[in-house]
């Protein structure tokens, strides 16, 4: 078995944006992996006692909802994280993807059927994430400046 075929050559060479985008991809890949480790691996997935929604009817519904979310969001994040350390010449898709993500959500959470009177952690740092993305998006697409010494 070839373990190469898995992990083609790195791209980190063909990358001209800034390398600080490639870093906050990095930092986004820790902000989908910790959340999607605790929706999936915390007995009620966080949902009552870190999102604080009361699970006294459809508790079990609730719970497999979260912990379904927590496993489109581990190798959503595994895969930020290669893109981030090896293949940087993805990090502006990447980082449009999380722009389309976090914006979805945050549109869901404040104005959509998430909405209401209790807002989640999650609802103040998507919007935040989004913002950022797209700063950092605008830099993985300006080319970086040379020195010459």
């Known amino acids: 078995m070839r373990l190469s075929g898995l992990l083609p050559p790195s791209t980190n060479a063909a990358y ?6 490639a870093w906050f991809l990095g930092l ?25 929604i009361d699970l006294s009817t459809r508790r ?7 912990a379904w979310y927590g496993a ?3 190798p959503h994040g595994l895969a ?3 893109v981030a350390l090896r293949y940087r010449s993805l990090v502006p898709l990447l980082l449009l993807l999380v722009i389309l ?6 549109l869901d959470g404040w104005f959509g059927r ?3 009177d209790h807002h989640p952690p999650e609802h103040y740092t998507t919007v935040a994430q989004a913002a950022l993305a797209v700063l950092f998006l605008l ?6 400046k040379v020195v010459t010494p």
């Open 72 to 74: 489109l969001q581990i």
């Open 28 to 52: 986004s890949a820790v902000g989908s992996l910790v959340p999607g480790l605790i929706h999936y691996g915390l007995p009620d997935g966080g949902a009552g006692t870190i999102a604080g």
């Open 101 to 106: 993500e976090r914006g979805l959500v945050a």
């Open 114 to 116: 998430g909405a209401g």
């Open 139 to 144: 830099l993985s697409l300006r080319p970086r």
């Open 16 to 21: 001209g944006g800034s390398i600080l985008s």
């Open 80 to 82: 930020q994280l290669a």
């Open 60 to 66: 079990e519904t609730i719970v497999a909802v979260f």
